[in-house]
């Protein structure tokens, strides 16, 4: 099955996401976010500050949006014939979770193994401050020999990864397009970024501005302070340099 935010990466084109952060509308609000449009490249599934359970919520959400596949809401209306071919071929966006447990602590592993085992395409992990910590959340996401990653195999492969996708193909592709992407938003983390970019496995650094600014001393603002936008174009340098997204 394509994976939009994966497709996007590869091809250095910018994507286009949504953050789901209440799964109180359940299975049908996220399979009606997912059809919203076209253009939507992602949808993060937010375990940290939205209003989501990662167990049992989760499985139920990632399951609604990859479900959406080939049913993607059309143009209505008059739009250009460009744009409707697009509507009917259209794929369901990536489904990204952000676990609610940080870099800093060692309770992260079982949310990542959850998420994924949930058939989540990738993971979003905060406050990560330390090369160490980066390293660990990869071998998290990975199965061996590239990580340590245990298989759940009662109906990972099977939700919505593809109608052929069995144990061993799901094994087999799994450590090449699960995404893992974390959040710089510490003063360690702002220090050590170049370090951190540099992580083998990692595929991107997302920028928690409120939490950065608070680290910095500065209230969260929008835009950010004008020493926060500075950190924030850093982290952007550190990412770029390590040929990683941002």
Not at 214 to 224: M, R
């Amino acid at each position: 099955m394509p994976h939009p935010l994966l497709a996007s990466f590869t091809s250095n084109t910018p994507a286009f996401g949504a953050w789901l952060t209440n799964g109180s509308g359940g299975f049908f609000h996220a399979r009606a976010m997912a059809q919203g449009s076209p253009d939507l490249a992602f949808i993060v599934i937010d375990c940290e500050h939205g209003l989501v359970n990662l167990n049992p919520g989760v499985a139920e959400l990632v399951a609604a949006i990859h479900g959406v596949d080939g049913c993607r809401a059309g143009s209505g209306g008059a739009g250009s014939g460009a744009r409707e071919e697009n509507d009917k071929t259209s794929k369901a966006p990536s489904a990204i979770v952000r676990v609610a447990a940080t870099g800093w602590t060692g309770g992260v592993n079982w949310q990542i193994k959850y998420a994924l085992d949930a058939g989540a395409r990738g993971v979003l992990v905060p406050m990560v401050s330390t090369p160490t910590q980066a390293k660990s959340i990869v071998s998290d996401a990975r199965y061996p020999p590239l990580g340590r990653r245990g298989f759940g195999g009662a109906y990972t492969q099977g939700n919505y990864w593809g109608k052929d996708m069995g144990k061993d193909k799901y094994i087999e592709h799994a450590n090449d397009n699960i995404l893992v992407l974390i959040q710089i938003e510490t003063v360690e983390g702002l220090k050590n970024v170049k370090e951190i970019a540099e992580v083998e496995g990692i595929d991107g650094l997302f920028v928690g501005p409120s939490d950065l600014s608070i680290a910095l001393g500065y209230p969260p603002t929008d835009p950010p302070q004008s020493e926060v936008q500075k950190a924030i174009q850093e982290i952007l340098d550190a990412a770029h340099g390590a040929g990683k997204k941002w």
